[in-house]
Every structure is written in structure tokens, then in C-alpha cells.
């Protein structure tokens, strides 16, 4: 409401500039038209003032994180995931706690692993997410940076084609082994994952052709709570 009537005022003090050639009196049009501006911009100054006030005192709870990032990352390699054919697939876990680990770290985490695996699959080949929540049932890890028994956690999976049937057989594709750059963005997203208290894990499927990387971190316990940006919400 408050910001339709903000554009309400832009519309009438446009309106206003216009009316001014309709005016036969140019000293009168002028007196109305720094007259009228002048008001509108009194109440401009007071409506935005209202609602950066509002926007710093409506605290929203922070949710849904991690799809929304898997989603930005997916929207960023878009066309080099169409241009190799890629097929992708997402199974969500509905109402997915929120993870301990902010959410910049995250989001460089989850552009290497996608960066990795656009070039790891092979063409028209398959990537899939997959979110869950559970309760970890042993320890994994080591030291401070593990995961304790008992502790809810999320994971975020990744599985991709990394290998195409001949003869009866998978055979994995050279890239994997031969892009040493690869192999370091995932060593350096490790390395992340494991300062936010998260384990990295990686798995092969040798009778599926298939490559799994698995990020866990530590739920959040607590309700967080976060607000609109007031810059983009006052343009």
C-alpha cells in the first residue's frame, strides 16, 4: 500500500510538469508547479522513511536456502548444461531444514561441484539433486570438523553419468582424470565444506556408470530470521 501510493505521487507530480503548458499564466504555473513538487517531495521523503522503518522491523524467517541456491548455481551453467545435452533432475525434500553453513561458502561449493560435473558427465548424459534430512546415526568425520552420532543433518547429492556402456561394460570418461584443474576445484570445495563443519564424500557406481558427491552439514537449530534489502525494495 505504501509503495502504490509513493508511485501514486511520481504519477501526479508527472502529471503536474505537463499541466504547465496549459497554463496562460506562466508566473502562476510556475508557483504551482514548485508548489505541488515541493509537497510531493515532503511526502515522498515521509513515505520512504515509513517504509525502510517497516522493512528493518519485519523480520522474515530465513527458509528454503539451500533449493534456492542449487537453483541459482542451476540457472548459472544453464546453457553449458544444454549445449552438452545434459539432462537434469531435481527430488527436493520438502521443508528441508535450514544448514549451519552460510550461505556464500555454500554457494561456491555448489558451483564447483556443478562446474566439475558439467565437465565429468558425459554428453547427454544425466546430473540429478537430491536433498535430504535425517538423523546421523554414526560419527563421520574427524575432529572438530565431523559430524557427531545423533546430530540431524542435511545432504545435498549429486549423481552423474560419468561413464557410456560399450560392450557390455562402462567406461569412465577421461576427463575425470585427466582435467587436473577438476580434481583441485573439488579439493578446494572440500576444503570449504570442511571448515563449516560439513563432511564431503565420493562414491562410484561402477555397474551403473554413475559418480556420486555427497556434501552433509550440521542443521540449524535455531529459527534465523532475515530481512528484505531496503535498496532494492526503495527502487
Known sequence: MLRRTK?????????????????????????????????????????????????????LKKKDTVHRLIEEVLKKYHVQLEEKGIQLSQKYERDLPEAIVPDEPLRYILSSILQYGVKAVIPNGAMEFLTRSFLLQREEGTGQTGLRKDQRCIEIKVVFTAAKKREGQFEESPVVHKEEPLNLILRLAEEVVRKNRGVMKFETDVKKGEKFISIRFPSERREIAQYQPIHQLMN
Do not use: C, H, M, W
Not at 508566473?27 to 522493512?55: C, H, M, P, R
Open 7 to 59: 508511485s501514486t505521487l511520481g504519477s501526479i507530480r508527472n502529471l503536474t510538469e505537463l499541466a504547465q503548458v496549459k497554463f496562460n499564466d506562466k508566473a502562476f504555473s510556475e508557483f504551482f508547479y514548485q508548489s505541488v513538487t515541493k509537497d510531493i517531495g515532503k511526502a515522498n521523503l515521509l513515505l520512504e522513511g515509513l517504509i525502510q522503518y517497516l522493512l528493518v522491523n519485519t523480520p
